[in-house]
């Protein structure tokens, strides 16, 4: 029988318990494609609500989901540390190695999924891995 690596604590990964919430629940959306890609962007963090939608980054979207203002979630994401920074701001130099490949700034839904996911299960979100999808 198979075991399901569980997934880390908020404690563990220095989060608090309502950005963990968030995160899980961005995650769904991502999957369930509730969240469109014209709606997603890991360059921008957050922009105001737009009768076309609004656009955000995975940082962002956990502001959205824990009903924060705009200024609140530039804030929450641009003075983030520890291991949900990478997550929110992927190190261009190990995820644009080489000419060609796209980097983590042009990661689709789907990526973004995968991404919270690893973060989740290991702490990371391995861009580098993620974006090989």
């Known amino acids: 029988m198979l075991m399901k690596t569980p997934l880390k604590t908020a404690d563990q990964l220095g989060i608090s318990d309502k950005v963990y919430k968030a995160l899980l ?6 999957e369930a494609g509730n969240i469109s890609p014209s709606q997603f962007c890991m360059a921008v963090v957050r922009t105001h609500p737009m009768e076309c939608g609004t656009i955000a980054c995975i940082g962002g979207w956990v502001g ?11 804030k929450m994401v641009c003075s983030s540390y520890g291991p949900i ?3 929110y701001f992927p190190d261009r130099d190990k995820t644009f190695p ?14 973004a999924a995968q991404a919270i996911d690893n973060f989740l299960l290991t702490g990371e979100p391995k861009w580098d891995e993620v974006m090989e999808l």
């Open 25 to 30: 629940e961005v995650k769904h959306e991502f």
């Open 98 to 111: 080489i000419c060609g490949k796209k980097d983590a700034y042009t990661a689709s839904p789907t990526q």
């Open 64 to 74: 959205i989901y824990m009903n924060l203002g705009v200024e609140a979630t530039h």
């Open 85 to 87: 920074r990478a997550l």
